[in-house]
């Protein structure tokens, strides 16, 4: 089953904050995210492992709760860059490796 | 270091042939996939490799066909094309998948 992303779109202001959350109906071991920018292949932002702390990249950080089986993505000061669709990636199953539903940001000047 | 590479980037094909995008990759990764994205979509996966001469079946395999007889490569191919397999088709591999996954730049494919 098919992890699901809310929100489905969500528009921002420069320096504005979002979250984007993902969420599976299977226990999950480690969540990927990735970034796609129109036109573009996905590229991997950051993985969160079980039992693992929070990560950083740049101000884009992200969280894993495996008791609730999901993970939530944080855009802190958002910047135009940071438009595109959003993708987390688990596993079901040891190498099925899926994407949940995508979440579109913009973000306008 | 190439990465991913997939080849074509774009085609188009009548309903009925068959074609076989490439992909191969230069970074000794083991684990393999493809994916297609349809427009405004996301990315579901149609088989996946974690080495040479080992398959499986994703989430939308009918229709496709994949062989892995060497690290590098790992063919995707389409017999009798039907309109439902226009999408853009990308190719992604790993070393253990821990890392997270490199994706290739994708196949265009329109079938009319």
């Known amino acids: 089953q098919q992890p699901v992303q809310s929100p489905q779109a969500v528009i921002l202001r420069e320096g504005e904050d979002a979250v984007i959350n993902c969420s599976s109906s299977?226990?999950?071991?480690?969540v990927h995210w990735y970034r796609q920018k129109h036109g573009e292949a996905p590229v991997f932002l950051m993985i969160?492992?079980?039992?693992?702390e929070q990560k950083g990249h740049d101000k884009i950080s992200a969280s894993f709760n495996e008791k609730k089986q999901q993970s939530s993505l944080y855009l802190t000061a958002s910047q135009l860059s940071y438009s595109g669709t959003y993708f987390c990636?688990?596993?079901?199953?040891?190498?099925?490796?899926?994407f949940g539903t995508g979440t579109r940001l913009k973000v306008l000047a | 270091n190439a990465g991913v590479t997939q080849t074509p980037k774009f085609r188009i094909l009548k309903i009925g042939q068959s074609m076989t995008l490439q992909c191969t990759q230069d970074?000794?990764?083991?684990?393999m996939y493809w994916y297609r994205q349809d427009p405004g979509m996301g990315l579901k996966l149609i088989y996946y490799?974690?080495?040479?001469?080992?398959?499986d079946k994703g989430e939308v395999p009918n229709g496709y066909n994949v062989s892995r007889s060497t690290t590098e490569d790992f063919p995707l191919r389409l017999e009798l094309a039907a309109p439902s397999q226009t999408s853009v088709y990308f190719c992604?591999?790993?070393?253990?998948?821990?890392?997270?996954?490199?994706f290739g730049s994708g196949t265009r494919l329109t079938v009319v």
């Open positions: 992604a591999s790993s070393y253990s998948g821990v890392e997270g996954y490199t």
């Open positions: 299977k226990a999950l071991y480690s």
């Open positions: 969160l492992l079980k039992g693992g």
């Open positions: 990636g688990t596993a079901s199953g040891t190498y099925k490796y899926i």
């Open positions: 970074m000794n990764h083991n684990y």
């Open positions: 490799s974690v080495g040479a001469g080992i398959t």
